[in-house]
C-alpha cells in the first residue's frame, strides 16, 4: 500500500461575523472548508488568524467552534484539534478572539492569513 500524507487545502470564505473592539475584546467568525488530498487524516492542531497590514503581529487565537455563523454565544464548543479525513472536505466554522482587540472595523479590504499548526 502507498500511504503517503496528502496536502491540506482552505477554500477562501465567503462570509464572516465581526465585531471589533480597541479595548475590549475582538471576534471573528469563519466557515472554512478543509480538504485533504491525501489517503491518510491530516490532524490540524491549531490555527491563528494574522492581520497582515498590522505592524505589529498580534494574531487572533482559535477560541471555539459554532453552529451558525454570527450567533457565537449559541452551540458554541471549545476549540479542539480536528482530523480532516483522507480525500475527504470538513465544514468547520471556526471563531477567533484577541484581548484587547485594537481594531474598529471600517467598510475597506483588509489581508487576513490563516496560519495552520
Given at each position: 500500500m502507498n500511504w503517503r500524507k496528502g496536502n491540506l487545502f482552505v477554500a477562501t470564505p465567503r462570509s464572516y461575523a465581526a465585531i471589533g473592539a480597541m479595548d475590549g475584546k475582538m471576534v471573528l467568525e469563519f466557515p472554512f472548508v478543509f480538504f485533504n488530498d491525501g489517503p491518510i487524516p491530516i490532524i490540524v492542531q491549531n490555527l491563528q488568524i494574522v492581520f497582515l497590514d498590522e505592524k505589529a503581529s498580534r494574531p487572533l487565537a482559535f477560541m471555539a467552534t459554532v453552529k451558525q455563523l454570527g450567533k457565537h454565544d449559541e452551540s458554541r464548543s471549545l476549540a479542539t484539534q480536528?482530523?480532516?479525513?483522507?480525500?475527504?472536505?470538513?465544514?468547520?466554522?471556526?471563531?477567533?478572539?484577541?484581548?484587547?482587540?485594537?481594531?474598529?472595523?471600517?467598510?475597506?479590504?483588509?489581508?487576513?492569513?490563516?496560519?495552520?499548526?
Open positions: 480536528f482530523p480532516v479525513r483522507g480525500r475527504e472536505a470538513l465544514l468547520i466554522i471556526c471563531e477567533f478572539q484577541r484581548v484587547p482587540g485594537g481594531l474598529l472595523f471600517e467598510e475597506k479590504s483588509y489581508k487576513l492569513e490563516l496560519q495552520i499548526g
